[in-house]
Every structure is written in structure tokens, then in C-alpha cells.
């Protein structure tokens, strides 16, 4: 069998190209809050300016010192919040040891309708009555169904598994392919016997971390695979799936990198116009 690719890359490219006109008419501004110097923060920060660039949408860094004190942190969110001239903000994860037993209050500390993370508990909230209030869903959820629609992916009546239950990945998309009338099982570190499930998989989603974790005994013929694992190994970049094995039985599969990251900046950018619309 000969697998489809999933190219975020050519997805992402669509969906921004379908955004131009209306950045060029809004003129939203998105603003990138990090703090300290990952490494990893730092790549896909970079990317998400790039795209911003290519569509002619302004952007700003805001590059904090790893030092930066909660009262600090939150003093510029509450100056960003007031800003009638910034669309949309995040705060980039993760952060220092000093602030990270302090995200949730960070992430509550969002004017929700600049929320373009999707992260906060008011967006979150909304996306589960029905897909007509997803307005500011999570990045990379939302990159993933983007995607799956870009390539023509049925998910009604299809049985979708999820490897991981984050509040980034796992939750979110588990709820956007069950308001797109999926079937939907969601696996975890203590769900016993994980391959007898996932081979029951139509689509599978592996967003747990683990390198090439999830393995060609483990799906079925014909399934459709979202890797949105990103694992740097000695060997280079890899997802949780084991690409190669796992595209000889898959009918569509994504690469790592070039998959999901590509879409989850899209879908950054998408929710900073829909956040500019909606203020206006």
C-alpha cells in the first residue's frame, strides 16, 4: 500500500493563502510572549513569524529574560490585554522552573477574545457545545482537522483514536472529531493492552512524546495516522510513530517534521484573524 502523505506544508499553505485578504483589510497584530531561551521555543517562534511575514501579517516579539518574575509576567499581559492595537497574544510554553507551577493563572490572566492559543478555560468551554462555537479552538487541534479536511478525510462515523490526553493536543482533539460525529476512544499511560485498541483505529492521533512509539503491529490496513509527536533523537527529528514501518500499512500518514507544525501555525494565525473580526 502506498500512503498518502499529509503535507502540512502544502495544507498550511492553503489555509494561509485563504487568509490574505482579510489580514490585508484587518490588519491584525500578533504578539509572541516568551520568556527565557529554549531552544525548541525559539524554532517555533521563529516559524510562526515567518508565516506571519509571508502573509503580511505584523507581528511582535516580546523576548523576556529567564529571570522574569510572575508579577512582571503578568503586569505585560495585562498591558497586551488593554492594547486595542494587538489581535492576539500567546505566551509561550514552556516556561521557566520559577513560573510553570504557574500556568493556569497565567493562562487565566488572557483576555479570552485575544486568546489565539485557545488554551484558556472560556474557549476551551466553548468548543465543547458544538463545532459552531469553536471560535479561538487550540492551535494544533484545530492544525489537525484543517488538515484532515485539506485531504479530503471523511471523520464522520469513523472511528478515531487518540493517543495522549494533554490539554494542548489530546482533550481538545478528542472533542473536535467528536463534534464532527466521530467515534472517538482516547488512550493514556495506564490504558491497558494500547495496541488492541489503536488497531481499531480509522484515524489515529499520537500526541504522547515518545519516539516512534506507536508501531506497525499496532494499526491497521488502511488506517489514517496524525503524528504530532516532535522528538529530537541522536538519529535527528521523529514522531511517535515509526514512519517507515507504519506507512506501508497506512492509506494517509504525516511526515515529521512538515505534518502538523506547519498547521498549527496556520491555525495561530487564523484564530488572530478571527480574533480581530470578532473585537471589530
Known amino acids: ?77 495585562e498591558d497586551l490585554n488593554a492594547d486595542a492595537d494587538v489581535a492576539g497574544f500567546i505566551v509561550q510554553l514552556p516556561l521557566p522552573a520559577q513560573l510553570e507551577d504557574h500556568v493556569p493563572e497565567i493562562i487565566k490572566a488572557i483576555d479570552p477574545g485575544k486568546d489565539v492559543d485557545g488554551f484558556g478555560a472560556y474557549n476551551l468551554g466553548k468548543m465543547l457545545l458544538s463545532k459552531d462555537f469553536e471560535h479561538l479552538p487550540p492551535a494544533t487541534p484545530s492544525g489537525i482537522i484543517l488538515l484532515l479536511e485539506h485531504f479530503n478525510i471523511d471523520i464522520s462515523g469513523k472511528h478515531a483514536v487518540v493517543v ?73 527529528l521523529c514522531g511517535d510513530v515509526d514512519f517507515e514501518a507504519v506507512k506501508e500499512k497506512a492509506s494517509a500518514i504525516t511526515p515529521v517534521p512538515g505534518g502538523v507544525g506547519p498547521m498549527t501555525v496556520a491555525s495561530l494565525i487564523r484564530n488572530c484573524v478571527r480574533a480581530k473580526k470578532r473585537q471589530n
Open 164 to 236: 495522549g490526553r494533554s490539554n494542548i493536543v489530546g482533550k481538545p482533539i478528542s472533542v473536535m472529531l467528536l463534534n464532527r460525529s466521530a467515534t472517538v476512544t482516547v488512550c493514556h499511560s495506564k490504558t491497558a493492552d494500547l495496541g488492541a485498541i489503536t488497531r481499531q483505529a480509522d484515524i489515529l492521533i499520537a500526541a504522547v512524546g515518545k519516539p516512534k512509539m506507536i508501531t506497525a503491529d499496532m494499526v491497521k490496513d488502511g488506517v489514517v495516522v496524525v503524528d504530532v509527536g516532535m522528538n529530537r533523537t541522536e538519529d535527528g
Open 1 to 77: 500500500m502506498s500512503a498518502i502523505l499529509l503535507s502540512g506544508k502544502e495544507a498550511s499553505a492553503a489555509v494561509l493563502d485563504g487568509l490574505k485578504s482579510d489580514i490585508e483589510s484587518l490588519d491584525p497584530k500578533l504578539v509572541v510572549v516568551q520568556v527565557g531561551e529554549d531552544p525548541a521555543s525559539s524554532s517555533y517562534i521563529k516559524q510562526k513569524f515567518k508565516s506571519c511575514s509571508a502573509v503580511g501579517m505584523r507581528s511582535e516579539h516580546k523576548h523576556l529574560p529567564d529571570t522574569t518574575t510572575l508579577t512582571e509576567l503578568m503586569d505585560i499581559i
